[in-house]
């Protein structure tokens, strides 16, 4: 069975620009999570879909992240524009949420460098 | 909101020793426990859970971790390790009901394999 899937793996980038990634989960899997990860941190939840809706996005800081979800499969996360303080790794998880004990599988993950 | 506590930032191990990470949460029901392990550049790798039930869960890699509701903890075994062990390691808790879905990560314990 594939796992998560994420690219770039690697990014680097100026400040100020525009940067997107893109993950696609685990087949079946109907709820997504992206997180983000600081150095020498745990992850930290940034949005959560479940299928098509982002039903918590309440750490997403709005001013200059967005996400989407088409179709309920393939998500991407954009920065626009990238500050220094955003370079991390963004985790993406996949998981099925319907019987109550539920697991999340982890990606790769992208490491963004800003520059 | 529940909280997870890893007390050892670094851990340095011989190969072949036993090895013992410690984990601590803050929930207030019967949590959902996970721990995952993340190499180098890598995601996360799930390494065993704990939903309910039998309070000592297996995981691969000849892991185990025994949940103790007494002392709100939820350690991580492993009679041997390996050079391969070497990695950062990751406990979290997860309510998964009523719609709070969110994973809690702790900081993490750095581990370190020395011949």
């Known amino acids: 069975e594939a796992g998560v899937v994420q690219s770039p793996r690697y990014k680097i980038i100026e400040k100020k620009q525009p940067v997107a990634f893109w993950c696609n989960p685990i087949?079946?899997?109907?709820?997504l999570y992206w997180y983000l990860q600081n150095l020498g941190q745990g992850p930290e939840l940034l949005i959560r879909?479940?299928?098509?809706?982002?039903?918590?996005d309440s750490q997403l800081p709005k001013d200059r992240f967005s996400a989407e979800r088409l179709k309920g499969v393939d998500s991407t996360l954009k920065i626009q524009p990238a500050e220094l303080g955003d370079s991390a790794v963004y985790l993406c998880?996949?998981?099925?949420?319907?019987?109550?004990?539920?697991?999340?599988?982890f990606g790769p993950g992208t490491r963004l460098l800003v520059l | 909101a529940q909280s997870v506590t890893q007390p050892d930032i670094h851990i340095t191990v011989s190969e072949g020793a036993s090895l013992e990470l410690r984990c601590n949460y803050s929930?207030?029901?019967?949590?959902?426990l996970f721990w995952y392990v993340q190499s180098p550049g890598q995601g996360l790798q799930l390494l065993l859970k704990?939903?309910?039930?039998?309070?000592l869960v297996q995981g691969i890699k000849g892991f185990e971790a025994e949940f103790k509701r007494s002392q709100s903890s939820f350690n991580l075994r492993k009679p041997s390790v390996h050079w391969s062990d070497a990695a950062e390691y990751f406990c979290?808790?997860?309510?998964?009901?009523?719609?709070?879905?969110?994973?809690?990560f702790g900081t993490g314990t750095r581990l370190t394999i020395i011949p």
């Open positions: 879909y479940e299928n098509e809706e982002a039903v918590d």
């Open positions: 998880a996949s998981s099925f949420r319907g019987g109550g004990e539920e697991t999340q599988y």
């Open positions: 929930y207030g029901a019967t949590p959902y």
């Open positions: 979290a808790v997860g309510p998964f009901n009523f719609g709070n879905e969110k994973l809690t």
């Open positions: 704990y939903f309910s039930g039998d309070t």
């Open positions: 087949s079946g899997h109907n709820t």
